[in-house]
Nanobody, 117 residues
């Protein structure tokens, strides 16, 4: 059974840093494109960062230079390092895994990130 379990969220001050983790079971991250999404109340879920099977990464413009996505395939874990956090980064963050060529994808439960004084 596939499970993605996220951790690392919390309350931080503007300018602070946080690292999110997502550990998976039942799938091989090495075969999947991985992504971090976020959703604020009343807003659409947006794609924040992705890392492809090849290791290539991509980011939404608003987080470029501040966030870094990475993965450790041997641990089936994907990370999102978030630096220079801003109040507008406040959202529930979700991880997602999708295998190229397959329509199904898998989601974590989400972890709350709040950036506030």
């Amino acid at each position: 059974q596939v499970q993605l379990v996220e951790s690392g969220g919390g309350l931080v001050q503007p300018g602070g840093s946080l690292r999110l983790s997502c550990a998976a079971s039942g799938i091989m991250f090495s075969l999947n494109t991985l992504g971090w999404y976020r959703q604020a109340p009343g807003k659409q879920r947006e794609l924040v960062a992705t890392i492809a099977v090849s290791g290539s990464t991509a980011y939404v413009d608003s987080v470029k230079g501040r966030f870094t996505i990475s993965r450790e395939n041997a641990k089936n874990t994907v990370y999102l390092q978030m630096n220079s956090l801003k109040p507008e980064d406040t959202a529930v963050y979700y991880c997602n895994a999708r295998r190229p060529g397959y329509s199904a994808s898998f989601w974590g439960q989400g972890t709350q990130v709040t950036v506030s004084t």
